[in-house]
């Protein structure tokens, strides 16, 4: 029979999986872990330390820059938040299209990201928005920015004895606009085919001063679009050659055939919704 | 350490393993097959129930977090009420697999919204999966136990 430890505090978890590192499996909303462990009864960890007591790690506060949200905070809580609802709408709609509202109730912001799936729902957004990670260890925190923190198809840059316990998000800058977009076969309960978020920022002579992008599902690992970014820092919408975005895009992402989707088909929409980004045609499009 | 609860009113204790799903503590140890396992991924809904009100999938909620939680199952709604006399009369039910996930969703959703739009409804179900009446009578029936208009 496995063990199951379901600490109070955060210094008490931190001191449990520093004094046997790598032995437990950290838990909270459980909806990626518990079909992993019920369909691979041979993976059944033996040490479980389940982090959906920690006070620390639940709940969104607003800080100078932005605003920080406990890492085991559920979607449910972030998708209803006025403050990012009104800041950072983009979060509000990954959220909202994370599975259904039963798996909204009870999966975690820290969750999504450490389960590390290439598809993960909240990666763009956060990739695109800037977040970056709290990550707490009996001997301290460090951050690390989010785009960071992928290093291998579910390899994260987590090393023993650590925890996330936060993700940090900075306001957007003031002539921002975001785009956020998830091609699935239908609206609930969908794994992305493809999915992007984008904060585009324009001076007042329309040229592009910043161009951040997250895309999930076209890659080992949810990713950034370096390429496009920078070949679009400095230009005016009116100078971009789109076969050029074409370009880079092909060269910023690596996607798959699987079940849901193949190379042509990722590589074609991804193409498309960067575009799409770029020239604004429309605006934080929740679903298909 | 057993995990101990209250299902449908009633104390209720536990000695399965932590890890153990609340699905099959459900309808294992306490007999209540109204709860049904669909997926078992958390993608259909045939196992929701309420979770101190709040609408989850017993397939992915592990015994070890249930300590003192007030859990709902379909045998916990009443036999008679609007929702279920509504589910009849729309024919909202066929071959029944996912009616007690659905009655669990409306509840859950006629909680929070009192008169739901289509809307909503729609949302507050979005997370169950009918194969049999193509959700159109279930959204009526909603509606209608809302007292809102059937023709959805």
Known sequence: MSEWTRPRHLPEALELLAAAPGQYRVISGGTDLMVESHLAPERHPEFWLDISGLRELQGLQITEEGIRIGAATSLEVIRRHAEVVTHWPMLAASAAVTGAPPIQNRATLGGNVCNASPAADNAPVLLAYGARLEIAHHHGSRWLPYMDFHQGYRKTALQAGELLSALWIPYPPKHSRGYFRKVGTRAAQAIAKVSIAALIEEDSGGMIQGARFGMASVAATPCTLPSVSQYLLGRALRDIADAQVRQRVGQDIAPIQDIRSTTAYRLEIASRLVLEAIHGRSESKKED | ?152
Request: hydrophobic fraction near 40%; glycine fraction near 12%; include cysteine.
């Open chain 2, 1 to 152: 350490m057993p995990t101990t609860m209250r299902i449908n009113g009633k104390a209720f204790q536990s000695s399965s393993a932590p890890n153990a799903r609340l699905l099959d503590v459900l309808r294992n140890e306490c007999d209540l097959k109204g709860t049904k396992e669909g997926c078992g991924e958390g993608e259909c809904g045939a196992c929701a129930v309420l979770v101190n009100g709040k609408l989850v999938n017993s397939c992915l909620i592990p015994l070890g977090q249930m300590e003192q939680a007030e859990i709902t199952t379909v045998e916990g709604l009443p036999e008679d009420s609007a929702l279920a006399r509504a589910f009849v009369q729309c024919g909202a039910t066929q071959c029944g697999i996912c009616t007690p996930g659905m009655m669990l969703a409306a509840t859950a959703l006629l909680a929070e919204h009192a008169n739901p739009t289509l809307e909503e409804i729609r949302w507050g179900l979005s997370g169950n999966l009918c194969r049999c009446t193509g959700y159109g009578r279930i959204y009526a029936a909603i509606a209608q136990a809302a007292g809102g208009s059937a023709d959805v």
